[in-house]
């Protein structure tokens, strides 16, 4: 070997032995190896010994609420720990201290002892006022996530729609058969185009009562009252009425539409047809109006009434109303009233002696047949928490629910079964309402129905406010109803069926009479403006000329109005600096004015010339500015302002 490289080599050891000394060596030879492992201490495979994490850490599963619709819903959770919470809002309409709202408190307390993890919101609506407030808070964004609502109004509220969605969730989808089964063929009474918009709770139908102390002290026998006839009823009511001047035969709120359909139906009425049209306007419509015109007006001496001399005596309390028919009912001052079973409890309260039973039936042998309507619980398509509104709907609406209304508040079950509950089917009060319940029709649940109630009260009004007689004022809530719901008209909008409207520049100046109408012949002498001209007598309508003089250049159009045109405008034409237009116009006094048809300038001042070239201010009785007027007289003669004058301010 090289002397170069052995000496190389030596000197390369000898340093390598010098380092191990200052390292401390010995003649140990120790070698450190780490060691791999899950070094999280809160994972199940932890290892202690590990100094290196391999990434193997395996940990328990985070228990939590898993569902979504929860108000504690964790995100986190990968097994579900009960926990969950939900947090509803509940609007409920049953009346304040009511019997109604004592079994509801009871049925939520029931509700919420099964499931304490349901945290509720229960707020109070008035009835009326609950629809309205629903459809605002679900464009708001804000509505409950349950609510109670009478099914007339499902398809009405259902076909009001938030971003193409209609605000009341379909219940379909939640329901087993076996749970439609349970109401039987109540769930029609809900269930539009196929969708279930509410499950229902409770049915309610009106019924009459009778007060026995009256009858006893008038000595009339009503042992057979649920088999009388109309003429057993009237008479009755006529018996009582004639017995003294504090008494009267019946009352009930004979101008409200709900108290309205027991009498129509009693004459073969109806409100829709079988295709779902308004059939309002029916000879069954004036014939149920007539017989209450009757209870209320009497019949004088020579018709028809039960009295010697034909006549018969009033037997309905004028004004009656929801506000008054209780409480004469329990100061013995009317025999009869019709109302529902939500009054029992008050009534049977006061301590008066009354009785309940079907409505007799009427002169065709028909039963008046009331509104069945049914009351429910529906859930909002914007809820959070759909499936917990469901649930809770499902048990508002259920068996429990129907027996504790039954038992506490005299509520009408729906449930087939509920009725033969022990508590339930010997109550005379649910069996009684039950057979008028079973007499009834039900409440269609069609959108129309909406468009219906305002007419129906209208034509009431009409016709016992204002003597609007029946035919003229079906007629005219038909055509109110068939406007509402932008059908073709079937019927003259303005009641007397002789092609003139009760609005616009044309209008019909008589909407009862069918023989008065723009146009008409009109005889002279017999007192009746036929023709809507204003006079009686031969229609005399003459050419008038309008004008406006003015030098102001600005102005490059003008329109006149007035009340000739129903207050519609008509553009002028122009000769230098005199604007005209002529109008025909029948004898009468008009108000006309004229205006820059740009509006810029607005009316053309007040300072008007008459035919004879008199100048004089158009003023209103206070002496105030106002529109010019002219007169066209019987004979054709037209005086009063035909020409304004609107000149440019001078300047100085």
């Not at 932890?46 to 994490?53: E, G, K, L, P, S």
Request: glycine share 10%.
């Amino acid at each position: 070997m090289d002397n170069k490289i052995l000496s190389l080599l030596l000197s390369m050891l000898m340093v390598s032995m010098a380092a191990a000394g200052c390292l401390g060596g010995d003649d140990d030879d120790t070698t450190t190896t780490d060691v791999e492992g899950c070094t999280d201490s809160t994972a199940t495979n932890y290892d202690a010994d590990a100094t290196v994490d391999d990434g193997s850490c395996t940990f328990p599963p985070v228990a939590g609420c898993m569902d979504s619709e929860a108000s504690n819903y964790d995100s986190a959770a990968v097994e579900d720990d009960g926990s969950c919470t939900y947090s509803l809002t509940v609007w409920h309409s049953y009346a304040l201290d009511s019997t109604e709202e004592e079994a509801f408190n009871n049925v939520i307390a029931a509700f919420e002892a099964a499931n304490p993890n349901y945290n509720l919101d229960v707020q109070y609506k008035p009835f009326d006022d609950l629809k309205p407030q629903y459809l605002t808070a679900a464009q708001a964004g804000s509505a409950p996530d349950v609510f109670r609502l009478q099914n007339d109004a499902l398809g009405e509220v259902a076909a009001n729609t938030v971003g193409g969605v209609s605000v009341i969730e379909d219940l379909a989808p939640y329901m087993t058969p076996a749970e439609l089964a349970a109401y039987g063929t109540s769930m029609s009474g809900v269930t539009v185009n196929g969708q279930i918009l509410g499950l229902p709770q409770s049915g309610d139908s009106l019924a009459l009562y009778y007060n026995t102390d009256v009858l006893d002290l008038v000595g009339v026998d009503y042992t057979n009252i649920s088999s009388w006839t109309f003429e057993d009823f009237y008479g009755a009511a006529v018996t009582v009425s004639m017995a003294s001047d504090n008494h009267w035969g019946l009352c009930f709120p004979y101008k409200a539409a709900y108290q309205f359909w027991p009498w129509l139906t009693g004459y073969g009425g109806a409100i829709f047809n079988e295709t779902g049209y308004p059939t309002i306007n029916s000879a069954s419509t004036v014939s149920a109006i007539q017989t209450i015109q009757l209870a209320l007006y009497g019949q004088p001496a020579g018709g028809t009434g039960p009295l010697p001399d034909g006549s018969a005596p009033s037997v309905l309390k004028p004004g009656c109303d929801w506000g008054n028919m209780e409480d004469m009912f329990k100061d013995g001052e009317t025999a009869f009233i019709i109302q529902g079973p939500w009054a029992y409890g008050g009534i049977e309260a006061s301590n008066v002696n009354f009785g309940h039973t079907v409505m007799p039936l009427s002169v065709l042998g028909i039963p008046f047949s009331p509104f069945v309507g049914m009351k429910g619980w529906s859930v909002s398509s914007s809820s959070d928490a759909k499936g917990a509104s469901v649930a809770l709907t499902k048990y508002l609406s259920g068996y429990d629910s129907q027996v504790e209304f039954a038992k506490t508040a005299k509520l009408l079950p729906v449930m087939p079964s509920v009725l033969d509950d022990d508590d339930v089917k010997t109550d005379s009060v649910v069996a009684g309402f039950g057979a008028q319940m079973a007499r009834g029709f039900g409440a269609p649940a069609y959108a129309a129905m909406g468009s219906i109630w305002g007419p129906v009260d209208s034509m009431l009004a009409d016709v016992f406010d204002n003597g609007m007689d029946p035919a003229d004022a079906a007629r005219k809530a038909q055509a109110a109803i068939e406007k509402a719901l932008g059908m073709d008209l079937t019927v003259d909008d303005d009641a007397d069926d002789d092609g003139f409207t009760i609005d616009g520049a044309n209008a019909d100046c008589n909407d009862n009479d069918a023989t008065v109408y723009p146009g008409a012949d009109d005889p002279e002498g017999d007192g009746i403006d036929q023709n809507c001209d204003g006079i009686d007598g031969v229609d005399i309508s003459v050419t008038v000329t309008l004008m406006v003089h003015t030098d102001d250049s600005s102005i490059t159009a003008v329109d006149f109005k007035g009340e000739y045109a129903s207050w519609a405008l008509s553009a002028g034409t122009q000769d230098g600096m005199m604007w005209s237009v002529e109008i025909t116009a029948n004898p009468g006094t008009y108000q006309w004015g004229a205006q820059d048809q740009t509006g810029a300038d607005g009316w053309l001042g007040t300072m008007g010339e008459s035919a004879d070239g008199t100048i004089a201010e158009c003023t209103d009785d206070s002496g105030a500015a106002a529109n010019c007027t002219f007169t066209v007289a019987a004979d054709g003669t037209v005086s009063g302002i035909t020409k304004i004058h609107y000149m440019m301010p001078s300047s100085s």
